[in-house]
């Protein structure tokens, strides 16, 4: 079992930045696949970014691509959403999940995510 422990969100204005964290319990973090999903009242949870396991491969949403950037440090169990230039269309509860099924191939449906953590919300205010 692995748990997933999320901080950083709050509110900014358009056009600041946030940084989110993510925390993870286990000693096998390095083979998961991780994910920052968003979820907007009435809109369904999306992909907003993923990162395989080494790092070397990530995927971003075209909505934010340009604006965030995740990253992973394996030796402290730890994925980063770095998210620049907010627009207030990224507010809603972001959410970081684990795939323990591949280490270096991202899959983007919820479903397919084994592990999640308790969500962070993020507001931008126009």
């Known amino acids: 079992q692995v748990q997933l422990v999320e901080s950083g969100g709050g509110l900014v204005q358009a056009g600041g930045s946030l940084r989110l964290s993510c925390a993870a319990s286990?000693?096998?973090?390095?083979?998961?696949?991780m994910g920052w999903f968003r979820q907007a009242p009435g809109k369904e949870r999306e992909l907003v970014a993923a990162?395989?396991?080494?790092?070397?491969?990530?995927y971003y949403a075209d909505s934010v691509k340009g604006r965030f950037t995740i990253s992973r440090d394996n030796a402290k169990n730890t994925v980063y959403l770095q998210m620049n230039s907010l627009k207030p269309e990224d507010t809603a509860v972001y959410y970081c999940?684990?795939?323990?099924?591949?280490?270096?191939?991202?899959?983007?449906?919820?479903?397919?995510?084994?592990?999640w953590g308790q969500g962070t919300q993020v507001t931008v205010s126009s």
């Open positions: 286990g000693r096998t973090f390095s083979s998961y696949v």
């Open positions: 999940a684990a795939d323990r099924t591949y280490t270096e191939y991202i899959r983007r449906q919820t479903i397919n995510y084994d592990y």
């Open positions: 990162v395989s396991g080494s790092g070397r491969i990530t």
